[in-house]
């Protein structure tokens, strides 16, 4: 049981670029969640999905587009990349009805130059 | 919109010293409230919730509605309690947490 993978670890982009960040889930957990964690900031919510199929707006997706094929896959996509993505982002896991708190993956520190 | 303030960016304690770490929240609802950590290189994970009313590693949080606060505290602090906390509140009827800014809690020997 791995709980929450994300990868890549660390990754750095130029300006323009694209990447996909990869979340992957092993718990059967129905809600998923991609944060972005900036210094004294704490943590804001980018997009987020109920279950399968079902995803919908956090609090910063503008830049960010996400999918749900699986239950177990949530990959955050960014399109062109720019300076002010420059974050650490956190994908988390949650069985919301029978055990709500997140599970949190070891997170992806993203550097766009 | 529900919001979480955690006033203190960082909290320097001495070993054995209590601990406070304060949260206070703005909802309209009746919240969920959390305490997560981040301790160095690791991830964050969940601390407490109230709904348990637990005690975690010494730590207790008690949700006050008249004050809207969920401070953290811990009667004597730890160096391994040395990390990150964070604050984190659930509306009722929702899903996503909203996060405080952070607290780094440094306990020195």
């Known amino acids: 049981n791995a709980g929450v993978t994300q990868t890549p670890k660390f990754r750095i982009l130029k300006i323009g670029q694209s990447m996909t960040l990869q979340c992957t889930q092993d718990m059967n957990h129905n809600y998923m969640y991609w944060y972005r964690q900036d210094p004294g900031m704490g943590l804001k919510l980018i997009y987020y999905s109920v279950g399968a199929g079902i995803t919908d707006k956090g609090e910063v997706p503008n830049g960010y587009n996400v999918s749900r094929s699986t239950t177990e896959d949530f990959p955050l996509r960014l399109e062109l990349a720019a300076p002010s993505q420059t974050s650490v982002y956190f994908c988390?896991?949650?069985?919301?009805?029978?055990?709500?708190?997140?599970?949190f993956g070891s997170g992806t520190r993203l550097t766009v130059v | 919109a529900q919001r979480v303030t955690q006033p203190e960016k960082l909290l320097s304690v001495f070993k054995g010293a209590p601990v406070e770490l304060k949260c206070n929240y703005s909802?309209?609802?009746?919240?969920?409230l959390f305490w997560y950590v981040q301790y160095s290189r690791q991830r964050l994970q969940l601390l407490l919730r109230?709904?348990s009313r637990e005690s975690i590693k010494g730590f207790t949080a008690d949700l006050n509605k008249g004050e809207t606060s969920f401070h953290l505290k811990k009667p004597f602090a730890q160096e391994e309690d040395s990390a990150m906390y964070y604050c984190?509140?659930?509306?009722?009827?929702?899903?996503?947490?909203?996060f405080g800014e952070g607290t780094q809690l440094t306990v020195n020997p």
């Open positions: 984190a509140l659930k509306e009722t009827s929702g899903s996503r947490l909203t």
């Open positions: 988390a896991s949650e069985y919301r009805d029978r055990d709500p708190g997140y599970t």
């Open positions: 909802y309209s609802g009746s919240p969920e």
């Open positions: 109230h709904i």
